[in-house]
Structures are given as structure tokens and as C-alpha cells.
């Protein structure tokens, strides 16, 4: 079983970089690491990067997982290949505009692109936001996908991700101790349905809620907290139809609750999304 480490990036056409550059930092508050060719790279932490937009389809996603060592990474390859998975190996040249050692790509059922990859490169620099949204690091990305249950049984048999609770037919999966870094919503779109960030606290969350308000973002759904990893929440509408989220306080299961712990099953109501009422103007989260 291929065992993920973490979640590294996610990589994003789109028709327009310096729009979605002037969204990245004045919007969501990332910080511009750099600018290669017709791509713009963003950090949220002290990794090199978390998230790039690059000049093309805006319905041209991949999410990127580290992998602990290039045995790891070979070893994948081989499982991914006994699978019947097509599995390309990162040129030299892809290589090094994703800041890694080496890196294989696949595509899940649903059809969405995934990065393996080994030896991310963090940065020496200091994480230096663009301005104080609180973020504290890039967390995890919903996916959309056409049957969750066979997409569930993809990443938790091969990808080695766990299910901490469902709502309706989606899951959530952990890769670590944190309640999911992975979300699976019913969709017929294929490729990542949100972004999340963490941040600092809810004050963060409520400061974001009256500027982007100010600023005239749509936001989609919150504040609220989620009652299944109990995170405070806000998402909000991002270029080409992307949805970013900020969140805080998502709850985590230990190694010591790991050997009892039991998903629970969460009904596909509007109150499973939200503990608090509030309704999300989200297609993916719509019951």
C-alpha cells in the first residue's frame, strides 16, 4: 500500500495569471515566491510553495503528496502500474518547476491529476504573507468526484488515506492525524473542489468574513464549524469558479485513538455541513 505523507501543492490553470496572482495575494493573503515563465508561485508556510497558477485550462488541477523516500516513490510506481494506473515519471524539467526531487503522476477514477512526489523543497526564506489573514499553512483540498464510493475505496486501498467520517455518501480521509486531508463530494466535475487554509483563530476567520465582504468576494458559505472535525469555517468564491476556505481549530485523531476510533455516518442535510445554521451556496454541499 502506498502510504502518503502529506499534502504538498495544488497546481491551477487559468486563462488570466495576473488576476488570479492579484487574488492569491490580495484576497486570500498568500505570499508571491516567485514568477517562472507564465506561472506564479505562492507560499502559505515555509514550504516552497503550496499552490501555483499557471497560464492554461482553468479545468486543469493536480494535487500534490509527498512521499517519504524514492524507495517509496519506485515502490508506488510499481503499485500504481500492477493496478492497471498509467503512470508518467516527472522529466528533469518538470521536476524542477514543481521544487522537487522526483515526482510520478497518475490519475485517480474520477479522472483528477495527483503528483507523488519526493524531496519538496522548503524554503530558507521566511514565510512573509502579503498581508495578516492569519494563515498558518496550506491544510487539505476537497475533490470532486462522480462516485465517491469507489473513489473512497481507491484512496483508502491503494493511497493508504483513512476515513474519519462520511456525510451522505462523501468522505473525509486522513492521511495523518489531522480529521481529513481529503474530502470526496459527489460531483460530476472532475479535478479539486476547494483549497482550504488554516488560520490562527476564529478571530481571523470573522476579520476575513466583514473584508471580503468590503471587497466585494462572494462568499459561499459561513461562517459556520463543521460538526465533523469541528472546525470553524468560511469559504469564499476564487477565480475561474474555485472555492477557498479558511479554518481553524479541526479536530485530530491520535495514534492512541486511532486503534478504536469508529467514522461515523452524517446524513446529507445542510446541518451536517454546519452546526451553527448557516447554508452553503455550494454545489458539491447542496442537499
Same mark, same amino acid.
Given at each position: 500500500?502506498?502510504?502518503?505523507?502529506?499534502?504538498?501543492?495544488?497546481?491551477?490553470?487559468?486563462?488570466?495569471?495576473? /488576476?488570479? =496572482?492579484?487574488?492569491?495575494?490580495? +484576497? $486570500?493573503?498568500?505570499?508571491?515566491?516567485?514568477?517562472?515563465?507564465?506561472?506564479?508561485?505562492?507560499?502559505?508556510?515555509?514550504?516552497?510553495?503550496?499552490?501555483?497558477?499557471?497560464?492554461?485550462?482553468?479545468?486543469?488541477?493536480?494535487?500534490?503528496?509527498?512521499?517519504?523516500?524514492?524507495?517509496?516513490?519506485?515502490?508506488?510506481?510499481?503499485?500504481?502500474?500492477? /493496478?492497471?494506473?498509467?503512470?508518467?515519471?516527472?522529466?528533469?524539467?518538470?521536476?524542477?518547476?514543481?521544487?522537487?526531487?522526483?515526482?510520478?503522476?497518475?490519475?485517480?477514477?474520477?479522472?483528477?491529476?495527483?503528483?507523488? +512526489?519526493?524531496?519538496?523543497?522548503?524554503?530558507?526564506?521566511?514565510?512573509?504573507?502579503?498581508?495578516?489573514?492569519?494563515?498558518?499553512?496550506?491544510?487539505?483540498?476537497?475533490?470532486?468526484?462522480?462516485?465517491?464510493?469507489?473513489?473512497?475505496? @481507491?484512496?483508502?486501498?491503494?493511497?493508504?488515506?483513512?476515513?474519519?467520517?462520511?456525510?451522505?455518501?462523501?468522505?473525509?480521509?486522513?492521511?495523518?492525524? $489531522?480529521?481529513?486531508?481529503?474530502?470526496?463530494?459527489?460531483?460530476?466535475?472532475?479535478?479539486?473542489?476547494?483549497?482550504?487554509?488554516?488560520?490562527?483563530?476564529?478571530?481571523?476567520?470573522?476579520?476575513?468574513?466583514?473584508?471580503?465582504?468590503?471587497?466585494?468576494?462572494?462568499?459561499? @458559505?459561513?461562517?459556520?464549524?463543521?460538526? =465533523?472535525?469541528?472546525?470553524?469555517?468560511?469559504? @469564499?468564491?476564487?477565480?475561474?469558479?474555485?472555492?477557498?476556505?479558511?479554518?481553524?481549530?479541526?479536530?485530530?485523531?491520535?495514534?492512541?485513538?486511532?486503534?478504536?476510533?469508529?467514522?461515523?455516518?452524517?446524513?446529507?442535510?445542510?446541518?451536517?455541513?454546519?452546526?451553527?445554521?448557516?447554508?452553503?451556496?455550494?454545489?458539491? @454541499?447542496?442537499?
Amino acid at each position: 500500500m502506498i502510504n502518503l505523507w502529506d499534502i504538498r501543492y495544488v497546481r491551477l490553470g487559468t486563462p488570466d495569471v495576473e /488576476a488570479a =496572482t492579484r487574488y492569491a495575494c490580495d +484576497v $486570500v493573503g498568500l505570499e508571491l515566491g516567485r514568477r517562472e515563465g507564465k506561472a506564479a508561485y505562492f507560499r502559505s508556510d515555509a514550504r516552497d510553495h503550496t499552490l501555483v497558477y499557471f497560464e492554461g485550462d482553468p479545468k486543469d488541477h493536480t494535487v500534490g503528496f509527498e512521499l517519504r523516500s524514492m524507495e517509496e516513490l519506485q515502490a508506488a510506481a510499481s503499485a500504481l502500474d500492477a /493496478a492497471h494506473i498509467e503512470v508518467r515519471t516527472g522529466t528533469a524539467d518538470e521536476c524542477a518547476r514543481r521544487a522537487v526531487g522526483a515526482y510520478v503522476n497518475f490519475r485517480d477514477p474520477n479522472g483528477s491529476s495527483i503528483d507523488l +512526489v519526493v524531496q519538496p523543497h522548503h524554503s530558507g526564506a521566511r514565510h512573509w504573507p502579503s498581508h495578516d489573514t492569519g494563515i498558518t499553512g496550506f491544510s487539505h483540498i476537497g475533490l470532486c468526484s462522480a462516485d465517491p464510493a469507489r473513489d473512497e475505496t @481507491f484512496w483508502t486501498q491503494t493511497l493508504g488515506a483513512k476515513v474519519s467520517d462520511r456525510i451522505g455518501a462523501a468522505p473525509l480521509l486522513r492521511i495523518d492525524e $489531522v480529521h481529513h486531508k481529503i474530502a470526496l463530494f459527489p460531483s460530476r466535475r472532475v479535478g479539486v473542489q476547494h483549497i482550504n487554509h488554516q488560520v490562527d483563530s476564529i478571530d481571523d476567520i470573522m476579520r476575513a468574513w466583514y473584508r471580503l465582504q468590503k471587497a466585494g468576494v462572494r462568499i459561499v @458559505f459561513g461562517p459556520g464549524r463543521h460538526p =465533523t472535525s469541528g472546525a470553524m469555517f468560511l469559504y @469564499f468564491e476564487g477565480p475561474d469558479g474555485m472555492v477557498y476556505e479558511y479554518s481553524n481549530g479541526v479536530r485530530l485523531i491520535t495514534p492512541e485513538q486511532e486503534p478504536g476510533y469508529q467514522p461515523r455516518q452524517f446524513p446529507a442535510t445542510d446541518s451536517s455541513f454546519c452546526m451553527w445554521g448557516s447554508k452553503p451556496d455550494i454545489a458539491e @454541499f447542496k442537499v
